[in-house]
């Protein structure tokens, strides 16, 4: 795609003559930003930017909408830390800085209830940007209601529907509705996620005749946005997220967007809607936040007071966190597709990390590649925060022995989930494609034989892979951690191990 520049990417966007009763609006999208800040060294992404992107199209049209996919209140590594109460601030910098923003229109992604109900409900009632919620509710027991947001003790629930009221300088008004959809891919006791195709179709249907023109902000699958623009063809775009790879895909007479993750890129489109024959016209362009766009300087200071705040939370942790830990001469693939579908060589370093936490005394290592979130290559100097930043949900390994026939199943899973986090990074271990047969050790797994295997905590609560947990069949013992091992923070064994090469 070609890099745009603001300014001409405003010219594109004001160049096209006005029609009589047509109003030209423009919509920029964005989705799954877990960091406030840029990534790649201050290079490339960064809130600060969209928000100069946003402000300088807005000065030019003010019929301008910014929307977000979904998925930022989590995971991030500025979220897991505490504050002076002790509690996580969850997704709390990213509300502040969207607020400041002025976001127009977000919708909930998955990872919004990764938090637990009374943190996910702090977020809420501190925004003041408008959410969506077509096909979840609020789960109180055996009770659905809409969400909410509490303000000042007076609760506004969260609608199904959104509408965007539009006029222009000849007088022409635009009415503009938006339903939503969210993936039911993170369990929460407090969500219901309801049917994300029939919910969407319904409210659909009773929109169409308030409003001039319906569009979509999701957060599922492309795969699933594509049934839910087939099933409703009135819609001429639908703004996505959930994947971390741009992409404008056709179905039929509309489109389908999505922006790179971490706000790397933006959508930007121009929609010109004629009232009188009711057709739309969708101009769109990918913008590449990158070095040059100069990024706003109130938002900037915001996140730069974040940036202090997680310094010194992290010499807590690390004596010295901007030490250089280990020099990558070749980049370290963490982007989030190749991490969930192929074994990249980042996994490899994780894995192996963990394996040499118990000094190699054991067959094997793998985590599932969802854990690594910084969608971004490592190469150059890399740091102790990299590495946080690398793995922000922390947790711990474990040492387990197991059988031969479980670790089997559980890398046959691991193999059939690529495209998601429950895909293996591994160590030791390979999959020999022409004779459909695991290896560890460069030996054929044997079903009757006691493995030792490394793995992540989080995988023996059978998030990931639902049969793989501490009392499963086959899992044979689980060796304990001392609190004071660094095998109660997978990121201080991988500090520990790329120290070694030092």
């Known amino acids: 795609m070609k890099k745009l520049s603001i300014l001409f990417t405003i010219l594109f966007l004001i160049s096209c003559s006005k029609k009589e009763d047509t109003l030209e609006f423009i919509v920029i999208n964005v989705n799954d930003i877990y960091e406030i800040d840029a990534l790649g060294g201050g290079k490339v992404g960064g809130l600060a930017r969209v928000a100069t992107l946003y402000d300088s199209i807005k000065k030019e049209n003010e019929n301008t909408l910014l929307v977000h996919g979904g998925d930022f209140l989590n995971p991030s590594l500025l979220g897991t830390l505490k504050d002076e109460n002790g509690e996580r601030y969850?997704?709390?910098?990213?509300?502040?800085?969207?607020?400041?923003?002025?976001?127009?229109?977000?919708?909930?992604?998955?990872?919004?209830?990764?938090?637990?109900?009374?943190?996910?409900?702090?977020?809420?009632?501190?925004?003041?940007?408008?959410?969506?919620?077509?096909?979840?509710?609020?789960?109180?027991?055996?009770?659905?209601?809409?969400?909410?947001?509490?303000?000042?003790?007076?609760?506004?629930?969260?609608?199904?529907?959104?509408?965007?009221?539009?006029?222009?300088?000849?007088?022409?008004?635009?009415?503009?509705?938006?339903?939503?959809?969210?993936?039911?891919?993170?369990?929460?006791?407090?969500?219901?996620?309801?049917?994300?195709?029939?919910?969407?179709?319904?409210?659909?249907?009773?929109?169409?005749?308030?409003?001039?023109?319906?569009?979509?902000?999701?957060?599922?699958?492309?795969?699933?946005?594509?049934?839910?623009?087939?099933?409703?063809?009135?819609?001429?775009?639908?703004?996505?997220?959930?994947?971390?790879?741009?992409?404008?895909?056709?179905?039929?007479d509309a489109v389908i967007s999505k922006a790179d993750a971490n706000a790397r890129t933006a959508y930007v489109h121009k929609i010109t809607f004629n009232k009188s024959t009711k057709k739309t016209a969708i101009k769109s362009e990918l913008v590449v936040l990158n070095e040059s766009i100069t990024p706003s300087k109130k938002v900037a200071r915001i996140v730069q007071r974040w940036n202090v705040l997680l310094d010194n939370k992290l010499k807590l942790i690390l004596d010295d966190p901007y030490k250089v830990v280990f020099k990558a001469k070749v980049p370290l693939d963490g982007r989030d597709t190749e991490t969930r579908s192929i074994q990249t060589n980042l996994g490899q370093m994780i894995s192996a990390s963990m394996a040499a936490n118990f000094d190699n005394e054991v067959d094997c290592a793998f985590l599932n590649g969802g854990s690594i979130r910084i969608d971004d290559e490592l190469v150059g100097d890399i740091t102790g925060v990299d590495i946080f930043r690398v793995l922000p949900f922390g947790g711990g390994i474990n040492k387990v022995e197991m059988t031969g026939k479980l670790l089997e199943k559980t890398l046959n899973y691991g193999r059939l989930k690529a495209g998601t986090g429950a895909y293996l990074q591994r160590h030791n271990i390979e999959y020999d494609g022409d004779a459909k047969i695991w290896e560890v050790g460069g030996e054929p797994i044997n079903i009757n034989k006691t493995y030792r295997v490394v793995l992540t905590d989080y995988l023996l609560l059978g998030r990931d892979i639902p049969f793989l947990k501490t009392d499963s069949e086959g899992m044979l013992k689980v060796f304990e951690n001392k609190p004071e091992d660094a095998a109660s923070d997978i990121r201080k064994v991988v500090i520990n191990y790329l120290n070694g090469f030092n």
């Not at 959410?131 to 003790?153: H, Q, V």
């Not at 919910?199 to 049934?227: E, F, R, Y």
């Open 90 to 252: 969850k997704g709390k910098q990213m509300i502040e800085v969207m607020n400041t923003i002025g976001f127009d229109l977000v919708a909930f992604g998955n990872h919004e209830f990764d938090l637990k109900y009374s943190d996910f409900q702090k977020r809420l009632n501190e925004s003041d940007f408008q959410w969506i919620a077509t096909n979840i509710k609020l789960k109180t027991g055996d009770k659905l209601t809409p969400f909410y947001i509490e303000k000042k003790g007076v609760k506004t629930e969260i609608p199904k529907a959104v509408t965007f009221n539009f006029n222009d300088a000849d007088g022409t008004e635009l009415s503009v509705g938006f339903i939503s959809s969210t993936i039911n891919s993170t369990l929460a006791n407090y969500v219901d996620y309801g049917d994300l195709y029939q919910d969407p179709i319904n409210v659909n249907k009773a929109l169409q005749s308030k409003v001039d023109l319906v569009l979509g902000l999701t957060h599922v699958t492309i795969a699933q946005d594509k049934m839910l623009a087939n099933s409703m063809p009135n819609i001429p775009i639908i703004f996505g997220g959930h994947e971390h790879t741009n992409m404008m895909v056709p179905v039929g």
